[in-house]
């Protein structure tokens, strides 16, 4: 089991940034790929940006730049920042990780169906 405990959201004004935190516990990070999904009301929850075992990143279009994960492997942690928030971001946004030991350290996981664990979800509202 990987526990996934996320951190970072909150109520934001349209224009700012916001830094997403998810650490993880309970096996080896390294050898999980991550992503980050967000659902809006009413909306299926959707990709938002994955990262693989390496450096390796991906992002969907609706991010248009303003999406950045990374990962500290030393710290369990995977990061999510995004800028220029709009009211249309507003949405809880997960964490997940996705074994991927036997892809390799460039495979990016990009959809629901291929991640193995999930946090709780983290709230975010962006007002205008």
């Known amino acids: 089991q990987v526990q996934l405990v996320e951190s970072g959201g909150g109520l934001v004004q349209a224009g700012g940034s916001l830094r997403f935190s998810c650490a993880a516990s309970?096996?080896?990070?390294?050898?999980?790929?991550m992503g980050w999904f967000r659902q809006a009301p009413g909306k299926e929850r959707e990709f938002v940006a994955g990262?693989?075992?390496?450096?390796?990143?991906l992002d969907a279009n609706s991010g248009k730049g303003r999406v950045t994960i990374s990962r500290d492997n030393a710290k369990n942690t995977v990061y999510l920042q995004m800028s220029s928030l709009k009211p249309e971001d507003t949405a809880v946004y997960y964490c997940?990780?996705?074994?991927?030991?036997?892809?390799?350290?460039?495979?990016?996981?990009?959809?629901?169906?291929?991640?193995?664990?999930w946090g709780q979800g983290t709230q975010v509202t962006v007002s205008s």
């Open positions: 997940a990780a996705d074994y991927a030991f036997s892809y390799g350290r460039t495979y990016v996981p990009s959809t629901m169906a291929e991640c193995d664990y």
């Open positions: 309970g096996r080896t990070f390294s050898n999980y790929a």
């Open positions: 990262i693989s075992r390496g450096t390796n990143t």
